[in-house]
């Protein structure tokens, strides 16, 4: 991915008052947006954690309610909202309109766990007043929200994954305020989703400043929201430059925040011997298919094919070269997207020991982009680790490995990823068998006989995955766990039922540990 | 809490290939210990590497028979064991024999935690193969650990917080091998427990290299074991300082690793007017109680008192001064410990706005430290964040409030805490009421009518809080739930029954989540 400040740089010298959306097929401006302040920021800031107490205090039903007030109220900008997203992103309108039913769909997903009730880990020891040497207390444990949430959307799904995208809808269903930096690649879309949330939080009752909006072009809005002792926790979607640099801010604060960035992944897929005996032209079709969708512009882009030399190599760089010979080029979200894929893909092809083996159509020069394919051989990926860097869109490399030793060094060469794919068949099994506990160690979900594009919004997914796939391999960005990321426990110990929060008294609703067993 | 150098600074200058064990109460050598060097925290992070695909690949019956097996090991060890930590500790045989309990029964606690396996967080979404317009593929989802985990013990816990402590109970329950600091404090008791575990480890057939053991009095070490590549997660109790230094080299890493650091709290108590007025003097007696215990050597002592003007307020403080008056001082860990605190309460002693009124007898300049109690006002306080600051040992300050608001200006000022506590009556709850939701964003565990110190090991129980309590506030270093600290999700997807790890396969035995709902 690549950072906000390339998306822009053509729009701002950062010290204006107004910023343009731009169109993302021709590079021209569509409209002049107001840039937030500093004061805006901390406006905002002091808003959401004056807003805190009494938006965590509100009960299941009237957050559950909210976050599905926040889709309706989506649904409700109807077209506009798509065609606003269309321009300023180039995104197909069909693939947009599945992107807002994720987004409403994620929204009511969260309602649903805000209701089921499951994310407040309620835990009830009894006490044990006879016990010798010493009685034990009554002690009750719940999860509470960590507080006001900074937002950076992501450039790539200007829905589901930005202003009321899946870190919102978590913060939010955690009890916890949103501050959203709207991402300035569609602050059309950004505007219109803003205001969407807001009339949500106020027809449903929610307290004056659980959602706060700052947009601009500018990084310096970023660095005072994340600096911002009022700030509890980040979640960003984003290149990995500039997760890092949130990350340093967030550690270097008095108060060190935890950052959750989902920054870069490459998405190994390897192709077993018998599935590529078997199959290997339908594999080359099936793998153009998912490297250009959306021109290739998703996290999980299969961005390296490792396989083994041997019946079906040759069918299966065959097909993938005639797929993706005839390609039209497709837009890609911004001119500094744009621009990084052709550098990132010339450097690729000037590499000597890379070969650049298919290319689609020409782009445009302003928006779209033709689809690359190269190769090279395992000891050459070894031996640079320059080659197993992100290039972010339809670009992918295969691995021509001598044998599945070699697979699995490659394998162990990796950085932490968001997904691995096997494609094997029966005959693979047993060797695939070894492949799936070093994959563990290496990414946040592992696919077989699939690709890895298209990420399920459920309660067993996981995207995420060790460093540097994401800055906190200990959780997920989408799907119902990833409310945990903005949670933390509190004990309460010998407390009057008046004093004790109403899920931990006796008797309340809900699902519960009691001395250790479900109950 | 004191740094491993401040404790074992006389011991050495970092070169010799051997340190002494000192005996607390003379300050004099016991015995002389050999010091790893480099080349070990090496061998010990790659054997650690090297075995955690088989230590985690072990069942849960076989993880908590390794895990009882090492309680079992402690006990055999007998009263050799208690007689070296008293020599090395100064704490009395009694306390020991309690918290040698303690140790076994932690290991038995997840021993249990284990073989209920809520810990792997199983969750199964079910494949919608007709669903339109796309179709939902099988998802199943669990917890793995994060790999091998660097212990640094606590030397205030010579057994429960030390080389087979909770942080150590805790990895091996989540199934990461663990290379131990030893506590150079201690390292007679610490070679006797490693020995321990390495009993347990070989009559359970565990893999070699599941537990690893360093030691020495030099800062390099622990340096070295932070940064290994093979490390993957760091617990560690101690000063401030020294917590903070290993989150800087994790950080620092080429991919950094999370830090679970327990490191400073003055766990503020706070006596509620109707309380104060009805039982001043025995709250007086109670409090320093407390405070003295162990020599105030309790990460959960309460340093703070905050009190209203009132009813009641002198007969609080003079029963503790009354209490304290004649208290006999009590032997403190090291040298470097009741060195600092004794800079520490002579800091506070010359402080203008504090006023001493209260000190144990005269300690006896080798060990043994006298306790004190000093008074201040709320204004004061707030004036100077130095007043806020740990001093570890039977040192206390009490702040004299005007009312509730003052309180609560007081509160608010504070850093983050393990505890805190209200000492309330039947009149006083609705005005404690207002100090819960305030006391939640401060404090991992919130007690009424009693005392902070005493942590019981159980399901319910959150030994952790906000920053600097804690270097990550979303966890707890003491009970069940420690184990979480361990562990990262990965996701399945449609992956064939033979490829699937055992506990996310059809009709796998344990607690699961089937597309949201537990089963």
Not at 226 to 239: H, K, L
Request: charge should be negative.
């Amino acid at each position: 991915m690549i950072s906000q400040t390339e998306q822009v740089r053509a729009m701002t010298d950062g010290t204006n008052t107004q910023f343009d959306a731009i169109e993302a097929l021709t590079g021209k401006p569509i409209a002049a947006y107001s840039v937030s302040t500093l004061d805006d920021v901390a406006a905002a800031c002091a808003a959401a954690d004056a807003a805190f107490d009494a938006y965590r205090a509100t009960d299941a039903e009237a957050r559950a309610t909210f976050l599905e007030a926040i889709g309706e109220e989506i649904v409700a900008l109807g077209d506009a909202l798509l065609q606003t997203a269309h321009r300023e992103s180039g995104l197909p309108l069909a693939r947009l309109t599945g992107e807002r039913g994720r987004t409403v769909g994620q929204l009511k997903l969260f309602a649903d766990v805000v209701r089921a009730g499951l994310w407040r880990q309620v835990r009830l020891d009894s006490a044990l007043p006879d016990r010798a040497p010493l009685p034990r207390s009554d002690l009750r444990m719940r999860m509470i929200p960590l507080g006001p949430v900074a937002v950076f959307g992501a450039s790539n799904f200007p829905l589901a994954f930005s202003t009321a995208g899946g870190d919102t809808a978590a913060a939010f269903a955690a009890g916890c305020p949103v501050v959203v930096k709207g991402h300035p690649a569609h602050p059309g879309t950004d505007a219109m989703v803003a205001g969407a949330i807001r009339a949500a939080a106020a027809r449903t009752g929610m307290p004056d400043g659980v959602f706060g909006h700052v947009r601009g072009p500018s990084n310096d809005l970023g660095t005072a929201l994340v600096q911002d002792p009022r700030i509890a926790a980040v979640g960003f979607t984003g290149s990995r430059r500039g997760g890092l640099a949130l990350v340093q801010l967030a550690q270097g604060r008095p108060v060190p925040i935890p950052v959750y960035a989902e920054m870069s992944s490459i998405n190994p897929v390897v192709l077993m011997p018998a599935a590529l005996a078997a199959r290997g032209a339908a594999l080359g079709t099936a793998f153009v298919g998912s490297l250009t969708m959306g021109s290739g512009q998703f996290c999980t882009n299969p961005g390296l094919v490792l396989a083994i030399e041997g019946e079906g190599f040759d069918a299966f760089v065959d097909s993938a070269v005639a797929a993706m010979t005839g390609h039209d080029p497709q837009p890609m979200l911004t001119g500094g997207i744009r621009e990084a894929f052709a550098t990132g893909t010339a450097a690729l092809a000037a590499n000597p020991a890379v070969t650049q083996v298919a290319a689609g159509l020409e782009g445009d020069g302003i928006a779209r982009e033709m689809a690359r394919l190269f190769t090279t051989d395992a000891s050459a990926f070894l031996a640079d680790a320059a080659l197993g860097e992100e290039v972010f869109g339809a670009s992918s490399l295969v691995i021509r490995c001598r044998d599945l030793d070699e697979v699995k060094q490659v394998l162990r060469s990796l950085e932490g990823q968001l997904t691995a794919t096997i494609q094997l068949d029966a005959d693979d099994h047993a060797a695939a068998a070894e492949l799936v506990p070093l994959l563990e160690r290496k990414v946040g979900r592992i696919l077989v006989n699939g690709w890895p594009t298209g990420v399920e919004v459920s309660h067993a997914m996981v995207h995420g995955g060790p460093f540097p796939a994401t800055s906190d391999g200990r959780s997920t960005s989408v799907g119902s766990l990833a409310i945990d990321r903005f949670l933390r426990p509190v004990c309460y110990q010998d407390l009057p039922a008046s004093l004790l929060p109403a899920d931990v008294r006796d008797g309340a609703a809900g699902p519960k540990l009691v001395d250790g067993t479900p109950a």
